[in-house]
């Protein structure tokens, strides 16, 4: 068994920390203060390459593989919640899930310009009235000949003011017997008549992250626009949680090290009783567990990042890595705010934005509680991987980067 | 065109350094391609780019050097070749110069080569103007524009009196300045090059020259003396009492 990173998985994580640190740490307080977004940020991501880092070179990515995705996750989560929220909903939530469930012609129409970054995506679920339900939403999509007719609103959805194009999940068949055959998937162009959106404000974190709410009226979707079978949206939903979590799970992972960098960092230069606070036993055990957790949390998502790799599932061990480096980050970034005493509550320094960052991922792309049931169910027996009709395709760096 | 980019491996630079029993101590910092270094390879790589060629990224130093000249390959020099010699262990800056010129002259064919205005660990500054002085060639230093056209290279060089337009013919050195330009991030395709490049490693005997004597000494190295800081929170009822408190201790300690 091999723990070490290759010498291309090192450079591809250097070369996005400096990214990050070098243009976006410098002005992020601003904007989270502002609660904007950075207006330039999405272009330079997807000009860097990262917002297509793990397709292949023939559909306009950069042919490197899902360890690499997860490397960028924790590096820009590291600096900001923001910028690991757009690899989630455009990478993974959509980008990942047309390269799962997608036709070659779709993969060519839709992926190629989300992972050249020309085109921004996102992938809309939530609804006002409905979050782990999945099966219990509402908006519909009849079909009309050749269209569907879309209609609904979602809600909560990242990205939902900037996006071009949005992987959708409505219900085409509600008499279906079982729930979760009743819904289809799509990809929709955001510009069409009939859509409407806008950004919700006054959230706790992700300040500088635009996240906001979708509405069709009565909108016109090509058929050809349907991502999968009619009745495979459930199945199709699920996939693109399997892609989105580990985008959260890694970069909740970045928190967790930021959290613990500038811990070890004030600890060492703050002093109380005559000598550095770092001396204390007290602090020594906060910083050591969120060494650990930091060190359980990278190992959880690498494991993630390698099965995904070999073309295995991973719904299980997502699962674990996006439950416990979420719930980790938060408590790592209150545990920061406790060893920077009052400093730590204001925004001088960074530590109260991590703790405002980390809240909601502990909610958002399967809640804690899911997880858990998630988890409960593979050992109950209950819950069992079966076979999809279209897997996530195993990394083959000849034919991806060919 | 033969662009050459001569880069140094350097400690990172919030790396520490202290002089320990006379010698300089980096601790365990992480190695990286010297920051000056990077816009060196980026005038490069935009010359390349304006008017076709090839930059070669050549490195004097220890095997752990290939690691700066993959950073070089990642950001799109097309080979890398360091020069690597037991030998070479405390050369000082003409020494330097010395080899890095004769890895030019092994290229062959060289019309410019560049280098950062100076390494962030020994701070010379002086390797570039020493190599062009080796190789005969013009120096064209602290280069913020650079155009070359046909065999002519014109530079504005900034200085502290402010911009100086100087000219010469190619083959020419020149150094360069942080005016220039950030240079631009390892690609990720340049990346995966840069993983599997083969990096030839050449020695003095390849070069075809004897390790150069160093004529420059450190005989002694000390660490600046540590100053005492007192730290004192003036305090007072309003901002106005605060200001003439500290108004009246910065006359006191004769500060104005």
Same mark, same amino acid.
């Given at each position: !068994? ?9 450079? =591809? ?7 990050? $640190? #070098? ?5 992020? #307080? ?37 360890? *690499? ?20 909903? %455009? ?13 070659? +012609? ?38 009309? *000949? ?7 609103? +979602? ?45 919700? %404000? ?35 939903? !699920? ?25 070890? #960092? ?14 204390? $036993? ?7 567990? !969120? ?5 359980? =949390? ?8 390698? !099965? ?14 996006? #439950? ?15 060893? %920077? ?25 399967? *809640? ?35 | ?102 890895? /030019? ?32 060639? @013009? ?31 190619? @083959? ?61 929170? /003036? ?22």
């Amino acid at each position: !068994m091999d723990f070490s990173l290759s010498e291309e998985h090192k450079m =591809a994580q250097k070369m996005v920390r400096d990214f990050a $640190q #070098k243009e976006v740490a410098p002005v992020i #307080k601003e904007y989270d203060r502002k609660q904007e977004p950075i207006p330039w940020v999405l272009e330079r991501m997807g000009e860097l390459g990262i917002l297509g880092i793990c397709f292949p070179v023939k559909y306009g990515g950069q042919g490197m593989d899902y360890i *690499s995705l997860g490397l960028a996750c924790e590096e820009l989560e590291a600096v900001d919640t923001t910028l690991r929220v757009a690899m989630s909903v %455009h990478t993974g939530l959509c980008g990942m899930t047309i390269f799962q469930w997608g036709t070659e +012609k779709q993969k060519q129409e839709f992926l190629v310009p989300l992972a050249k970054g020309e085109k921004i995506g996102c992938g809309a679920f939530t609804e006002p009235g409905m979050g782990s339900d999945v099966a219990g939403m509402r908006t519909s999509a009849k079909r009309d *000949s050749d269209v569907y007719i879309l209609n609904g609103e +979602k809600m909560w959805i990242s990205l939902a003011s900037k996006a071009d194009l949005a992987l959708v999940t409505a219900v085409t068949n509600p008499e279906a017997k079982r729930p979760s055959q009743r819904l289809s998937s799509f990809v929709v162009d955001l510009h069409s008549p009939g859509v409407t959106r806008g950004d919700l %404000h006054g959230k706790l974190g992700v300040r500088a992250g635009s996240t906001g709410w979708i509405n069709f009226q009565d909108v016109k979707v090509p058929v050809e626009n349907r991502i999968g079978e009619e009745g495979e949206g459930f199945k199709i939903t !699920m996939s693109a949680f399997d892609s989105g979590r580990y985008t959260v799970g890694s970069g909740a992972t970045g928190l967790v090290r930021a959290a613990l960098e500038a811990s070890v #960092k004030y600890a060492k230069d703050r002093s109380a009783f005559g000598k550095p606070i770092s001396e204390y $036993q007290m602090i020594q055990q906060k910083i050591a567990k !969120m060494l650990q957790d930091y060190e359980i =949390a990278r190992l959880l998502y690498l494991q993630v990042g390698w !099965m995904k790799n070999e073309g295995r599932r991973s719904t299980l061990q997502t699962s674990y890595c996006k #439950k416990f480096a979420t719930e980790a980050s938060f408590e790592a970034a209150h545990e920061a705010i406790q060893i %920077h005493g009052a400093y730590g509550f204001s925004d001088e320094y960074d530590v109260e934005r991590y703790l405002r960052n980390s809240r909601g991922a502990i909610i958002y792309e399967g *809640s804690s509680e899911i997880q858990n049931i998630i988890q409960a169910g593979y050992a109950l027996g209950e819950r069992k991987d079966t076979p999809l009709r279209r897997e996530m395709p195993a990394y083959d760096e000849k034919e991806w980067q060919g | 065109m033969k662009i050459v980019a001569c880069i140094k491996q350097v400690p990172d630079s919030a790396a520490k350094v202290v002089a320990q029993d006379g010698q300089v101590s980096w601790g365990d910092a992480p190695l990286v391609i010297n920051p000056w270094d990077e816009f060196a390879v980026e005038a490069a790589l935009q010359q390349k780019e304006a008017h076709g060629g090839e930059v070669i990224a050549v490195s004097m130093g220890g095997e752990s050097a290939k690691e700066a000249l993959k950073h070089a390959l990642a950001m799109g020099c097309d080979s890398a070749i360091l020069v690597s010699d037991p030998a070479l262990a405390g050369v000082d800056t003409q020494g330097t110069a010395k080899v890095l010129a004769a890895a /030019i002259q092994k290229v062959g064919g060289v019309d410019l080569a560049f280098f950062g205005r100076q390494a962030i660990d020994g701070d010379a500054g002086i390797t570039p103007a020493q190599t062009a002085r080796v190789l005969g060639w @013009p120096m064209l230093g602290l280069s913020a524009v650079i155009k070359v056209d046909g065999g002519k290279v014109t530079v504005e060089r900034s200085i502290e009196e402010g911009r100086q337009t100087v000219s010469a013919e190619a @083959p020419a050195v020149l150094s360069v300045v942080k005016d220039f330009g950030e240079p631009r991030y390892p690609s990720f395709m340049g990346i995966r090059k840069a993983s599997r490049a083969d990096i030839p490693a050449w020695t003095l005997a390849d070069l075809g020259i004897s390790a150069p004597a160093p004529v420059v000494a450190w005989p002694e190295l000390m660490n600046p003396p540590s100053r005492e800081v007192a730290c004192e929170f /003036i305090t007072g009822g309003s901002p106005a009492e605060i200001a003439e408190k500290l108004a009246d201790k910065i006359i006191a300690e004769k500060v104005l």
